[in-house]
Each structure stands twice: as structure tokens, then as C-alpha cells.
């Protein structure tokens, strides 16, 4: 069988895509890849100047190339309500919302909800951002909502719902654990919520791939980390499972893909499992509930939704 590549993304013409932190990485590598076949692509970053330059390369490498702009700080909720305002102002209906931004094993730090920083800008900023714009992916046929997790959400054996912001004592890497965790169980309730509708929700992870976020890795977990780096994949490479999960016309509802290679690391996607706590829909219900009375989002009723 055939490696899935960028050359099996059907033609997107017509279709929006959202993809978030798309000015650097595994974003920009998303978005560039969908504005070549078609799409409408719209660049949802903190920094607009960088948003700038990564609408300019992309512009470079397929002229002609639909791309917008529109600031977003998923450390903010204002932020995300103004965006998430904008976004629908401007768009009737969404075809693919690419939750890809994240931080990763950054110092104690909060949002400026006071949310800890890793749980608040990976899962929560998304969760509010996606159920803002849950009404027009809802009205696109075909529509998918795709997010970014990591193979270290098997840091963390469940979520820490005694202490979500990790006010009793910080570990770096546990609370990235936690929040890519609770991007898995987002991806696994919102598809639950979803069922009998136009849209799907489904999930990916990039391997070990060159990217920023190994910025804030701790000193001995960066210098091991830099020895290994030339083990690490493109972020070309690292954005396929994503690519795959929102184009492939075979991706079902509730799929997680991932590199195909040696502990997933690094490879061409398919579909891949994640740990047994990101099963349990007991905590996963209750991870929904606690997100909406933390972010103030409540998702709408989808019992009158069909797929008419």
C-alpha cells in the first residue's frame, strides 16, 4: 500500500479552513498544504506580523493563493470571543477548523483568565474557540473539526480534576500531559455530541518533529532532545496525520492519526490508539462540563440537528 502524502489531499476549491498558530511549524506546513489544493485558508495567529510573513510564503509557493488573516490569543477568552465574532462575520459556513496551536512543558505561567497556561491555551482556548464556531461548521456538508494532540498525552494517567491549574504543585511536563489529554477526550465527547450530524470531530498527533515548541523544554530534557533532533521528521512530515485527518475522504468520526514508524515518531500517517484514560467517557463528560462553566461557552443543542 501507498504512503499517504499531500499528493492524496483532494481538491479543497470552495472550502474554508481555519487553522490556528499557523504562522510557524506544523501550522504553517498545515495551512500551506491546504492553500495549494484550493482552500481558502485562513490564518489564525497570536502574532500578526508573523501571520503576515507565513501569508507571504504561502503566497510565494502557490500564487494565487487564498489566505486571510485574523488575530487570535488563545490565552485570552476575549480574545477568542473577538476572533471567533470576526470569523462568522466573515463566513457563512466553515468547512475544516484545524485546532493546531499549542505551547508545550512551559514554566508556571497562567492565561489572562488565570487558567495554567498549558491546560488553558491547548484545550480550553480551543474548546471555546470551536463551540463559538460550532454553528457554522454545522451548517458546511462534510465539515471537520481537527485537533492537534501529542503521544504525550500519555504523560498524564487521567485529568486532574482536584487540582486542573495545578495550584499544588507544578510539573511542567505532567500538565502538558494533562492538556493533551484533554484535547483527546474533547476530540472523543465532541464527536459523541456530533452523531447525526454533517460534521465530524477527529484528532492527530506529529510524531517527533523540528518545530518551536521545544523552546521551553527543561535543561536536561533539551539537551537530550537536541542530541536526538536529527531522529525528528520535517514539520512537512509532522503535519501529515493532521492533513490526513481533514482531507481524507475515508477519516471517520472519532479517529486518531499518527506517524506509521517506530513508536510513532516519525512516518507517513495512519490511523494510531491513544492510552486507555483518554477512553473514559465518564471523565471525559465531565471534562466537558467543567470546560463550559470555566470558559463560559455552553455548545449548542444538537439533538434537532440532521444530516438533511
Do not use: C
Not at 24 to 44: C, I, N, P, Q, R
Not at 101 to 117: C, H, I, N, R, W
Amino acid at each position: 500500500m501507498s504512503h499517504w502524502t499531500t499528493a492524496n489531499i483532494p481538491d479543497q476549491t470552495g472550502r474554508t479552513a481555519i487553522v490556528t498558530g499557523a504562522n510557524t511549524g506544523l501550522g504553517l506546513e498545515t495551512a500551506k498544504a491546504l492553500a495549494a489544493k484550493g482552500a481558502h485558508v485562513v490564518l489564525a495567529v497570536r502574532n500578526v506580523e508573523k501571520g503576515k510573513a507565513a501569508a507571504r510564503e504561502i503566497e510565494q509557493s502557490t500564487p494565487g493563493a487564498g489566505v486571510a488573516l485574523q488575530q487570535l490569543d488563545l490565552t485570552s477568552l476575549e480574545s477568542i470571543r473577538a476572533a471567533a465574532d470576526a470569523l462568522k462575520s466573515d463566513h457563512p459556513t466553515i468547512d475544516l477548523l484545524i485546532n493546531n496551536a499549542g505551547v508545550m512543558f512551559t514554566p508556571k505561567s497562567t492565561t489572562q483568565d488565570g487558567f495554567e497556561l498549558q491546560f488553558g491555551t491547548n484545550h480550553l482556548g480551543h474548546f471555546a474557540l470551536t463551540g463559538l464556531l460550532l454553528d457554522r461548521l454545522l451548517a458546511a456538508a462534510g465539515s471537520r473539526v481537527v485537533t492537534v494532540s501529542s503521544i504525550g498525552h500519555r504523560f498524564a494517567r487521567g485529568i486532574r480534576f482536584d487540582d486542573l491549574q495545578w495550584d499544588l504543585g507544578y510539573r511542567r511536563v505532567g500538565a502538558y500531559g494533562q492538556a493533551k489529554l484533554a484535547n483527546l477526550m474533547f476530540t472523543y465527547e465532541l464527536q459523541r455530541r456530533l452523531t447525526g450530524t454533517r460534521t465530524i470531530a477527529a484528532a492527530a498527533h506529529p510524531g517527533g518533529s523540528r518545530t518551536e515548541l521545544t523552546r521551553n523544554l527543561p535543561p536536561l530534557v533539551g539537551a537530550v532532545t537536541r542530541l536526538a533532533e536529527p531522529l525528528f521528521q520535517s514539520a512537512a512530515m509532522g503535519a501529515l496525520p493532521t492533513l490526513r485527518a481533514a482531507t481524507d475522504p475515508g477519516v471517520l468520526g472519532g479517529q486518531y492519526f499518527g506517524p506509521d514508524g517506530l513508536g510513532e515518531q516519525r512516518g507517513y500517517p495512519k490511523v494510531v490508539a491513544s492510552s486507555t484514560a483518554s477512553h473514559d467517557t465518564a471523565a471525559q463528560r465531565r471534562l466537558w462540563a467543567v470546560s463550559e462553566e470555566l470558559t463560559g461557552v455552553s455548545y449548542p443543542s444538537l439533538q434537532d440537528v440532521t444530516t438533511a
